[in-house]
C-alpha cells in the first residue's frame, strides 16, 4: 500500500487486516442452512456472487470499514438495498451491542423462513469473528439449541472463532427478546 492516509487507516488495529477480497475465495455453506459465511468480497467480485447461490448480503463491518473498503456500496448496487443488512460493529472482543446487530439477524431469518430459495452471505473483513457470530446468532433464531448453533458454524467455517463476549451478547438478547411481551 502507500503511504497517504487511507494506507495508515487500512492497517490501523481492528480495521482491516487482509486484502479486501481475501476471503472470497472462502466462502463457507453452513450445511443445509443456506448460510454461508465469508471475508469482504472484492468490489469486483460482488455481483459473481449470485453465480455463487448469494441472493442476499449481511455486511458485519464496521461503518468506516465499509465506506473505506466500499463493500457495502458495491453490494447495494449490485443486489438492492432490500437485499442487503448492515451490521456495522468493531471487531475488539468485547461485548456487541445488539442496536448494532440484532435487525441483521433478524433479517436474515426473516429471509431465509419466507424465501426458500434465499441464500445469505454473512460477511466480515476475514470470516472469522464477527460473521460467524451473526451466523449463530441466525441459527439460534431459526430454533438450533447452543450447542447445535455452534457446532454447524465451527464444524463449517474453518478457523472461525466463536467469541465468548460475542456469544453471551447473543444470547442475553435472545433471553430479553423471548421474555418480553408482544
Do not use: K
Amino acid at each position: 500500500m502507500g503511504r497517504g492516509w487511507r494506507a495508515r487507516v487500512l492497517r490501523a488495529p481492528g480495521l482491516v487486516t487482509p486484502a479486501p477480497g481475501a476471503g472470497v475465495a472462502s466462502l463457507s455453506w453452513i450445511g443445509e442452512e443456506r448460510i454461508a459465511v465469508g471475508g469482504v468480497p472484492a468490489a469486483g467480485s460482488v455481483a459473481g456472487l449470485a453465480g455463487r447461490g448469494v441472493t442476499h448480503v449481511v455486511n458485519c463491518r464496521s461503518r468506516e470499514e465499509a465506506r473505506l473498503g466500499g463493500d457495502l456500496a458495491a453490494e447495494r448496487a449490485a443486489f438492492g438495498v432490500a437485499r442487503v443488512a448492515h451490521a456495522p460493529m468493531r471487531d475488539l472482543g468485547f461485548r456487541q451491542r445488539p442496536r448494532l446487530w440484532a435487525e441483521a439477524a433478524l433479517f436474515t431469518a426473516r429471509v431465509l423462513d419466507d424465501q426458500p430459495g434465499a441464500r445469505v452471505l454473512i460477511h466480515c473483513t476475514a470470516g472469522r469473528r464477527r460473521s460467524p457470530m451473526i451466523a449463530y446468532a441466525v441459527l439460534r433464531l431459526r430454533g438450533r439449541t447452543i450447542g447445535e448453533a455452534a457446532a454447524l458454524v465451527l464444524r463449517y467455517r474453518p478457523g472461525a472463532e466463536l467469541v465468548p463476549a460475542y456469544v453471551r451478547s447473543v444470547e442475553q438478547w435472545l433471553a430479553r427478546e423471548l421474555t418480553a411481551p408482544p
